[in-house]
């Protein structure tokens, strides 16, 4: 039987980043992902880095080619009733946000990892992970018709919302809290030009859009859309068109109409698992958490789990056994789950602002009265910058 210190079950961007800050540790890893690699890169997610996680990625020694191409942005718009309102980032915090795509973090710990010869397998199907009560677990898989069994002293289970990580923990060990939004969020990437120099968020009577980039070169775009709609509906020319109504005349003129490279309708959730330890088995990123898109958090709270779990981690391995270390690894659901209900309170914030939700008079002139409270005041601004570039790991 094959032995490791950790199992990483996943190989997202959560998975690939503890993966290394655990190799800059000299914990030895084997990373288990189902998909193939090209697979993994060719997910469309986020791209807007909160400082701490480009702190991360610069600790984890993967941070060139962010440092390189990634786009700082000083400020978001917020658009309402065809008015723009900018809130400076810079100005209320001292902090700015980096774009840069999921995939372009996925691809350089990808690489780092592939430097590091610390060994992936993908495509490993049939993951069953064996023991994680005890403190001796295992996890079986069949990688090319050949099945496999590792010893290891844990498990980080960075492996989705979907995944078996969660799945393994008894229902009983687990509290799970859910809210499921009653629309989607259309998106689509084309290679033009942005002609919109920060993200624009739009609440508009027709619904939501979001104005986002991944280059100079390439953006971005979304809108809100029923969960019933499906791609086959969503001609290009009909999307542009909504999204150039919902972003209003000044702006939309300036949008042309761009073969689409990607497509996809993504539902919208805020999801908590905890707590995020089950014996020797830890859950991170979206295996413990989800959030909706709209607050750009997803990404970073993985950054911000994995962080700690290699801390954790980290911290049992210096103390070589004993409570101190015990005490360690305990730490990490405590300090995770602290900052994941600050980010499903600010996303479930700005999801519940900038959407045109099913209700009654009432409910669109309370999101009314908010958005004109924020707009008028310099205290409301600076405590949604706060939460944008994100709290302090």
């Not at 992936?120 to 050949?146: F, I, M, N, S, W």
């Not at 019933?228 to 001609?235: G, N, T, V």
């Not at 914030?349 to 999101?367: C, I, N, S, V, Y």
Request: glycine fraction near 10%.
């Amino acid at each position: 039987m094959v032995r490791t210190q950790v199992v990483i079950v996943g190989a997202g961007p959560a998975g690939l980043l503890l993966g290394q800050l655990l190799h800059r540790e000299g914990i030895d890893t084997l990373l288990l992902e189902r998909r193939s690699a090209d697979y993994v890169l060719g997910r469309i997610r986020a791209g807007v880095l909160e400082p701490g996680t480009v702190s991360v990625l610069e600790e984890a020694g993967v941070a060139s080619r962010l440092h390189a191409e990634g786009l700082l942005h000083g400020g978001v718009e917020i658009g309402f009733r065809g008015e723009r309102h900018r809130i400076d980032l810079q100005a209320l915090t001292g902090r700015s946000v980096t774009v840069y795509g999921q995939t372009e973090v996925t691809r350089d710990l990808m690489d780092a990892r592939a430097a590091s010869g610390a060994p992936t397998v993908y495509e490993a199907e049939d993951v069953t992970l064996l023991d994680v009560a005890g403190t001796a677990p295992r996890v079986r898989y069949r990688h090319r018709g050949e099945v496999h069994e590792v010893a290891c002293d844990f498990i980080a289970g960075c492996d989705g919302f979907h995944g078996v990580s969660r799945r393994t923990i008894p229902e009983a060990a687990l509290s799970l809290y859910e809210r499921v939004y009653p629309f989607g969020w259309l998106g689509v990437l084309a290679d033009i030009p942005p002609p919109w120099h920060e993200l624009i968020y739009a609440n508009s009577e027709q619904g939501f859009a979001l104005a986002s980039m991944r280059s100079p070169t390439r953006v971005r775009c979304y809108v809100q859309c029923s969960l019933e709609d499906r791609i086959e509906q969503w001609s290009d020319e009909r999307f542009w068109a909504e999204f150039r109504r919902r972003l209003g005349d000044e702006m939309g003129s300036r949008v042309p109409d761009a073969p689409s490279i990607e497509k996809s309708i993504a539902p919208l959730r805020s999801f908590v698992a905890e707590p995020l330890r089950f014996g020797r088995l830890f859950l991170a990123g979206d295996a413990a958490h989800i959030v909706p898109p709209t607050g750009a958090k997803g990404l970073n709270l993985a950054a911000s789990d994995v962080f700690y779990l290699s801390e954790a981690l980290g911290g049992f391995y210096r103390s070589h056994g004993g409570g101190q270390a015990e005490k360690a690894l305990d730490s990490y659901s405590v300090r995770a789950l602290r900052r994941i209900w600050r980010a499903e309170r600010f996303s479930w914030w700005m999801t519940r602002q900038l959407h045109r939700f099913p209700g009654d008079a009432f409910d669109d002139k309370l999101q009314q009265g908010e958005l004109e409270y924020l707009f008028d005041s310099p205290a409301a601004q600076a405590s949604m910058a706060e939460n944008y570039v994100g709290m302090p790991l």
